[in-house]
Nanobody, 111 residues
């Protein structure tokens, strides 16, 4: 299993970013995918989940209404659209599939 996140960067409060996670080494369209994040100095926390079909999603309360998880099974990729970003969204964002993790992509929200 290989998961490669991309799309992180430095943005200002209120901006948007879209993260991508390219997956390989397993049958992507049969696996539930998740995004997690780890803020500086804090524990890793769950952000969002999407079912293998993409019809069922779930979000942490802290991001509900601002973040959207989606997937393209034809491209073996899962996305995290992040809108109205806040400084407290600053974290390394990780993609998870089965028991495997990517290396993460850093999102910094600062003015």
């Amino acid at each position: 299993v290989q998961l490669v996140e991309s799309g992180g960067g430095l943005v200002q409060p209120g901006d948007s970013l879209r993260l991508s996670c390219a997956a390989s080494g397993f049958t992507f369209n049969t696996v539930t995918m998740m995004w997690y994040r780890q803020p500086p100095g804090k524990e890793r926390e769950w952000v969002a989940t999407i079912s293998w079909v993409g019809s069922n999603t779930a979000y942490a309360d802290s991001v509900k209404g601002r973040f959207t998880i989606s997937r393209d099974n034809g491209k073996n990729t899962v996305y995290l659209q992040m809108n109205s970003l806040k400084p407290e969204d600053t974290a390394v964002y990780y993609c998870k599939a089965l028991t495997s993790w990517g290396k993460g992509t850093l999102v910094t929200v600062s003015s």
